[in-house]
């Protein structure tokens, strides 16, 4: 099941590339949208894709879930396998005082659970039993990320921690030694566009925020850029002091200093700057291949799979997708939405008052 969105994010790609490898190894693997006919414009995939806002499943089937926010009720009693790509939402609507229902928290229907980097895997083994199936699955990056010729450009995408790469970069201008560097903006862009831009930038700055495994960092690795900035926790797997320059978190000048100093292997130690970014881009294809998630899905699919296991569909039953809980978006059923809001608000004013009636009356 994924969510519907208006472009496809790394984790929904994170989803068709997972269904298209499950498909390599022989399962009749699909991704399921919502919105009948959905499909996304600008971004294809060799994966067969369900839509509807309710579909059957049948004895043996295994539904999985993206960790998007709390969406066990679509289950309906059921079985199913939760994908994490982060753990942001897990403990987002919990409450201090009020423990969490479910080996998998909130989510008491959860069987069985897809971690996609080691720090997820790390935080869900600390917040379930011993005994709940964890399934460590790598990511894969793809081969079109690739170096091309390099240029003095400092590429970043300034959606995620806006503020922390803004500082670093005007801390760069008055450092008065950009001139000549050039700040590329990656910003809706296709696929291909930011794989070209990655290719030619030198560096790239990552402003890793709350990750899961973060993707862009490792993308820009495979294109041959070198990496400064900030982990967000997940990507610590990738940016290892070797061949890129983590930083503390929102450590701005030091970020700064570090984007500096491959500036000048850039400019005055090539050799260096070489080294280290060949580096970083063997580490990802080594870690990060078709190879190494096929082996990962293969090993969880097994056990999610075999005879006995709790995690399949027992009796025929038609579920509901998230996009049939979705805000109304044409203008009659927003229309009548607002209109039960405002009822709704109503009621809640008089409820007040008529209690207060009644009160006195008695």
């Keep these: ?9 790394g984790g929904i790609k994170v989803i068709y590339r997972f269904v298209e490898n499950l498909r390599a190894l022989g399962h009749d693997a699909r991704v399921w949208h919502g919105a009948p006919g959905f499909s996304f414009d600008s971004w294809r995939s060799d994966a067969p894709v369900d839509t509807g806002l309710r579909l059957r499943f ?19 009693g059921n079985p199913f396998v939760v994908l994490c790509q982060g753990v ?17 928290p909130g989510w008491p229907d959860a069987t069985a659970a897809i971690a996609t980097s080691t720090s997820i895997d790390a935080f869900l083994r600390a917040a379930c039993p011993a005994d709940f199936p964890i399934h460590h699955v790598p990511l894969e990056i793809e081969d079109y990320f690739v170096p091309r010729e390099k240029r003095p450009q400092i590429a970043l995408m300034p959606r995620r921690r806006r503020e922390d790469l803004l500082a670093t970069v005007h801390l760069l201008r008055r450092s008065g030694r950009l001139d000549g560097w050039e700040i590329v903006l990656i910003d809706k862009m296709s696929q291909a566009e930011v794989a070209r831009a990655l290719g030619t930038a030198a ?11 973060g993707l862009p960092g490792a993308e820009a690795m495979a294109a041959g850029c070198y990496v400064v900035g900030f982990t967000g926790d997940g990507a610590k797997e990738y940016m290892l002091e070797e061949h890129s320059s983590p930083v503390p978190e929102s450590d701005c000048v030091q970020a700064a200093a570090r984007t500096l100093e491959a500036m ?25 291949n078709v190879a190494q998630s096929r082996a990962g899905l293969e090993a969880a699919f097994d056990q999610i799979l075999a005879p006995g296991s709790g995690s399949m569909i027992r009796e025929s039953v038609v579920l509901s997708h998230y996009q049939a809980h979705a805000p109304a978006t044409d203008p009659w059923n927003r229309l009548r939405v607002a209109s039960r809001a405002t009822a ?17 009356s008695s």
């Design 344 to 360: 709704r608000r109503a009621i809640d004013r008089l409820a007040p008052a008529q209690s207060h009636r009644s009160s006195r």
């Design 88 to 104: 942001d939402f897990i403990f987002a609507s919990s409450d201090f005082l009020v423990d969490e229902r479910g080996d998998y």
């Design 264 to 288: 000048r292997w850039f400019s005055d130690d090539r050799a260096q700057f070489d080294e280290r970014t060949s580096a970083a881009a063997r580490f990802v294809a080594d870690h990060y």
């Design 203 to 213: 560096i790239f700055l990552f402003g890793g925020e709350r990750e899961g495994f």
């Design 1 to 9: 099941m994924a969510p519907d969105l208006a472009a496809p994010s």
């Design 58 to 76: 049948d004895p043996g089937d295994v539904l999985v879930m993206s960790e998007v926010g709390r969406w066990n009720f679509l289950a309906e």
